[in-house]
């Protein structure tokens, strides 16, 4: 994505309030015509006053017109600075909003830390953009572009000196953004795996100083850094450089100015006054095109962030709603797999023409080896990745065929991560109905089992549960993600490695609550515990993505099969009385 394709569509992103920036725009322009009148006056002043003229009147004007300019920048930069920051938090949010719809594999490629430095990073330059260009660069650029022809009016051979100048500018910044647009471009993807970096090892703290990696981490983070600095480095002394040139330019031309000007006016072809306006002229010309350079080379140096940001915004999500999809409502729970066949790349990992019949208010556990794809099998359901072949009917409607909403409305989900916000506990069982009342949050944190841990905590409901849960032990994070299911009251319950993280007491009081909770529900559940899956109505044994096996506990043993070899061997583990797999608080 080229510079001027960057640009052009930053800008359009103001076209919602196209008539304020029309404004604004024509105000900084009059603002940079009111600053280019200076020094027209400051000349005619200096003359009246050598020739023992009258000033007051042209003193007066000139104190007018500056009253103005300066009212008028006021307003300019006040309205520029609100349009801006209302735009940037538009931005945010439609990044935001945006970059919660795209896929998991998109997230897992990228990482956190990535898409939301994306996300700032993008916003941020974005609202530098817009605010220097509604309340600056176009005042800037009026009066460079009508200073050339009063110049001319005046005096064309002094004029001719401000052109050589602003001819200079132009082709050093040709020269240095030639040079160091490549290097920019590097620098920001270097700035984009720092902060992958940081949210891939912050998101893992406890395996980085459990395993030691303090040291590790930090040297690699150094060297990540010495990196971005050795490719900021080289276009730091470009810019640099221009910097010093420009300013040796500037220098030049000034003397120039007063040099000619005294050879013109000892010949009679120019007065003081005009020399001190063509003085004037060149330190305005020499602000301005400072001014414009230096936005010039933000604009380059800001163009990767940018392009990144809105290749985000291009980023098209894999799942989306038929054109005619309709709203899946009133539901029983009857699903059906259909001859369904999902495969990750193209490899051999995925599920391979799964077809199972389950009636609705039955419980179906899905078990098998690591990698069998139940998990996978799962996604299917909800939609989080479609089939390559195959069906997938609820109620005997192709759920491509019905709105994402409605259809993942019709869930409720217990994962084996339990997927706590850092926030209320209240807050964390409210997602799974946010209209809830408080009586009915209670209600569900009661049937979880929660209600007594949720008490003894400091501010009980209101207690914040920390990042990911982090304040909560495991057995205390899986009880509130069954109480969000609770409060769901979904037709269809998903048990993910639901009780994995309890001790057999609570599991057991959890159980009494689930087997309420399932009651004319459909529930499918993963599951490692025999007490889990031995009194399921249907059990679906899977192996690399196929179903070897269906039936209920006893006849699957009897048969002898992959599920009887996963009993023997131990892969279903049997709870003991002492058992507490629950992580405890820090």
């Not at 001319?152 to 910044?173: D, G």
């Not at 140096?301 to 899946?328: G, I």
């Not at 080896?369 to 609820?394: F, V």
């Amino acid at each position: 994505m080229n510079i001027v394709t960057v640009y052009k569509r930053a800008l359009s992103l103001l076209s919602g309030e196209r008539w304020l920036c029309a404004g604004l725009v024509l105000a900084n322009a009059a603002v940079g015509l009111l600053q280019l009148a200076e020094p027209v006056f400051f000349g005619w002043i200096v003359d009246a006053l050598a020739n023992s003229n009258p000033t007051f009147g042209l003193i007066g004007l000139w104190a007018l017109l500056g009253f103005f300019s300066i009212l008028a920048s006021v307003l300019v930069a006040i309205s520029a600075d609100r349009l801006a920051h209302r735009q940037r938090l538009a931005a945010m949010a439609n990044a935001f909003e945006h970059a919660i719809t795209l896929p998991l594999s998109y997230h897992a490629d990228r990482g956190t830390g990535t898409v939301v430095r994306t996300i700032l990073a993008g916003a941020t330059s974005l609202f530098g953009t817009w605010l220097t260009v509604m309340r600056e660069q176009i005042a800037a650029i009026t009066a460079i572009v009508f200073l050339a022809p009063v110049a001319f009016w005046m005096e064309w051979r002094l004029a001719l000196l401000l052109i050589l100048l602003s001819v200079f500018y132009a082709c050093l910044n040709v020269l240095v953004i030639r040079r160091t647009s490549e290097g920019q471009a590097a620098v920001e993807q270097y700035h984009v795996d720092v902060s992958g970096r940081v949210g891939d090892v912050v998101g893992n703290i406890t395996v980085v100083q459990g395993y030691s990696r303090l040291a590790a981490e930090a040297d690699m983070m150094r060297q990540t850094m010495r990196q971005l600095l050795s490719e900021q480095y080289p276009v730091l002394t470009w810019w640099g450089v221009l910097t010093v040139l420009n300013r040796a330019a500037a220098t030049v031309t000034m003397v120039a100015v007063f040099g000619f000007g005294s050879y013109l006016a000892s010949a009679g072809e120019i007065t003081v006054g005009e020399i001190v306006s063509f003085a004037a002229f060149a330190s305005l010309l020499i602000a301005k095109l400072d001014q414009l350079t230096s936005f010039v080379s933000r604009l380059f140096m800001e163009t990767p962030t940018l392009a990144t940001y809105f290749a985000l915004l291009d980023e098209q999500a894999e799942l989306k709603d038929a054109l005619d999809a309709t709203d899946l409502t009133g539901i029983q729970g009857t699903i059906r797999f259909d001859q369904v066949t999902f495969r990750y790349g193209a490899g051999d990992q995925g599920v391979f023409d799964v077809s199972v019949d389950i009636p609705a208010g039955r419980t179906v556990a899905v078990v098998g080896p690591t990698g069998a794809g139940k998990t996978t099998l799962m996604a299917l359901l909800q939609r989080l990745r479609d089939p390559g072949e195959g069906r997938i009917l609820i109620d005997g409607k192709d759920i491509k065929s019905v709105t994402l909403q409605s259809l993942r409305h019709n869930f409720a989900v217990v994962f084996q991560d339990a997927g706590l916000f850092n926030r209320s506990i209240a807050e964390n069982i409210a997602v799974g109905r946010p209209d809830a009342t408080d009586e009915e949050i209670r209600q569900a944190t009661r049937l979880a089992r929660a209600e007594s841990f949720v008490a003894a905590k400091p501010g009980g409901m209101s207690f914040v549960a920390g990042e990911r849960g982090a304040s909560l032990s495991g057995g205390e994070r899986q009880r509130i993600a069954i109480a969000r299911a609770i409060l769901r009251n979904a037709p269809i319950l998903i048990l993910d490695e639901a009780t994995s993280a309890l001790d057999t007491k609570t599991e057991a009081e959890i159980k009494a609550a689930l087997d309420t909770l399932r009651e004319g529900r459909t529930t499918l559940i993963i599951a490692h515990r025999l007490s889990t899956v031995a009194n399921a109505d249907l059990i679906v044994v899977m192996d690399k993505g196929r179903v070897v096996e269906t039936g209920r506990y006893d006849e699957l043993v009897e048969r002898d099969g992959l599920f009887a070899s996963l009993v023997k061997a131990g892969d279903f583990s049997v709870p003991q009385a002492d058992e507490d797999n629950s992580i405890p608080a820090s």
